[in-house]
């Protein structure tokens, strides 16, 4: 039997957008936000700031033109 040693590393550890706390967690909020709008429950979250916004649009932005809506 062959047994393999596989070191985990969480998505935190292997995300490079995640790695920044700030943007990490600006993008978390966006994700559970939009994930829980289209259950029907709107939650509140602090406002970002301009710089967080224009960092978080960045990011949204490269991954759109990857994004398939098939």
């Given at each position: 039997m062959i047994k393999s040693t596989?070191?985990?590393?969480s998505l935190k550890e292997t995300n490079p957008y995640l790695k920044n706390p700030e943007l990490g967690?600006?993008?978390l909020y966006?994700?559970?936000s939009s994930s829980t709008a289209v259950e029907g429950v709107i939650t509140k979250y602090p406002k970002l700031s301009k710089k967080m916004e224009k960092k978080m649009k960045a990011v949204m932005?490269?991954?759109?033109?990857?994004a398939s809506y098939e």
């Open positions: 596989m070191l985990k590393k967690k600006a993008l966006q994700s559970v932005a490269v991954h759109e033109s990857l």
